[in-house]
């Protein structure tokens, strides 16, 4: 058995493409998966399956959420121990955290190819990508200055639209499940 985090994109966005979390808990369940654990509104799951392929068990997720809701869902799979091996390697130990700070981490479908000098700062000089490894990239936002900056656009200009981004207390949750 190998344990999963599964990141779903676009769902229970302000109020468009509504997935209940019970429902998402099932469909996984009827699928085969183990011990299914969905944390949060957003589209995080948790959960144990005997499946080694990790794409072709991407798709077949895929296809059996559009199935079930009607729209497509993008789902992004990352196995469990990189998840802890990110929160417990210092991944933000050099940035100065205050009240306007904000820590993000973004998955890719595919291990990145960009190559970028780092740290990225945007032009607006409030998003900054400070790593990117495998298929995570890790981001600071500061709002200090700007409440609407424009990191998730940079982020999809660079690395493309199959990314999904999840803020570092949520990453935190899903480790601790």
């Known amino acids: 058995m190998i344990t999963l985090v599964a990141f779903l994109r676009g769902i229970n966005v302000g109020g468009h493409h509504k997935v209940p979390m019970a429902e998402l808990k099932t469909i996984l369940v009827n699928m085969g998966c183990n011990n299914v654990k969905t944390i949060l509104n957003s589209g995080n799951i948790v959960f144990e399956t005997k499946k080694k392929d990790i794409a072709v068990l991407e798709r077949i997720i895929e296809m059996a959420l559009r199935d ?80 609407t900056p424009k990191g998730m656009e940079d982020l999809e200009k660079l690395f493309g639209k199959n990314i999904t981004t999840r803020n570092w207390n949520t990453i935190v949750k899903i480790n601790n499940c």
């Open 68 to 147: 079930n809701f009607g729209f497509a869902i993008p789902v992004i799979l990352i196995p469990q121990n990189q998840i802890s091996e990110l929160v417990n390697d210092g991944t933000f130990a050099n940035v100065e955290i205050h009240k306007n700070i904000r820590l993000y981490v973004s998955f890719l479908k595919e291990p990145s190819t960009t190559k970028l000098k780092l740290p990225y700062i945007s032009n607006d000089k409030a998003f900054t990508i400070i790593g990117v490894r495998d298929k995570f990239i890790v981001c600071v936002l500061d709002i200090t200055t700007n409440n």
